[in-house]
């Protein structure tokens, strides 16, 4: 059976900047999700019906930063579903924020009512294609935005973007303390699993401890570590190659289910 493969983004990334990856597994079913449509952190039967898996398929996930902690509950509690996995400078499963923050606090609705008021009066069509074109740059070790000036404003620009952006981090807090939970107990025989750590670029500033904390949660799954010192966090578009030859790699080890 062939197996789909789904992307799951980090925080404030869009389809479009994986397409580099999804260009280099052209023999692949390669579906990426858009975070504008389906939030990363919904729940997997979410992020199966905005891919449109049918039943009973084998599924690889990729997943990036917030979306690592996507893809490892998908993994963890549909493990037989789950074939393979790369995680992709995945966020760790102690970044769990500030519980007076988490969605539905007092925290919360007045961090919304905020960015909602920021939205009204503009601020996003203001800096938000700038804001994108600094993330990329203090993101990445090419500074190559995939994301066309058009593309980029429709999508940082439109007014409800920040929230979404707050809504996607407030809520991968609760993700992380949800897969805390779940790799604290007895995991099981996970999927093979490939951890790539990027130490590049801005990346080498904390890449001591964030390497120790990788690798602490590669040996919690069994999973093996990359470490990239030539890309920073978006490695998708650093290193595109290393993620489309996990994949590669992932498939030609195939599953540890019989």
Known sequence: MTVIWIVLPGLAETPEEFGRVVELLPGQDVRVIDPWRTPIT?????????????????????????????????????????????????????????????????????????LRFLGRIGGP????????????????????????????????????????????LASSWELAAEVAKLVAGPVGALTPTTLLVATGGTSRFTATRWLAGQR????????????????????????PDAIAAAVIDRNGRGSTYG
Do not use: C
Request: hydrophobic share 45%; glycine share 10%.
């Open 216 to 239: 602490r949660l590669a040996t919690t799954l069994s999973g093996t570590v990359d470490v990239l010192p030539d890309s920073a966090h978006l490695m998708h578009l650093d290193r």
């Open 125 to 168: 069509q203001v800096l938000g294609p700038t804001l994108r074109r600094l993330f990329v740059r203090i993101g990445s070790r090419s500074n190559h935005d995939l994301l066309s000036k058009a593309t980029a404003r429709a999508r940082y620009g439109a007014a409800s973007s920040w929230v979404l952006f707050w809504d996607e």
């Open 42 to 114: 919904s729940d997997v039967d979410e992020l199966r019906t905005a891919a449109g898996v049918p039943a009973g398929a084998e599924v690889g996930l990729v997943g990036h930063s917030i979306g690592g902690l996507a893809a490892l509950r998908w993994a963890l509690t549909r493990p037989l579903e789950v074939t393979s996995l790369v995680l992709v400078d995945t966020s760790l499963t102690s970044e769990i924020g500030w519980r007076g923050l988490y969605p539905g606090t007092r925290g919360d609705r007045a961090a919304r009512a905020f």
